[in-house]
């Protein structure tokens, strides 16, 4: 069997440039969760009270709660995404 050589740490600029890439995405998957969670919203006003019932709104509520799983998974709080998916101009 041949032993395995020590791989090299990355070289600083390479780590850092991935950190960098790490956050625009984090940044990035944020705004796509709002937005997925502003289009249920929208589809909720839209059809009413039995929007629950609706395709279009299962389907936006599926992708909303997929990236809220990739968020959490990504090092997200809680708060941190709730904050992200709140209306903006306060109401909601």
Known sequence: MSEQQPTSPLPDWVA??????AAEEAATLLDRYAAANQNCRGIAQEVGVDHDEDPRWR????EAEHLWKQARAAGHTVAEILAAGRPKGGHS
């Open 16 to 21: 850092d440039e991935l950190k960098v890439r």
């Open 59 to 62: 389907a936006a509520e599926r």
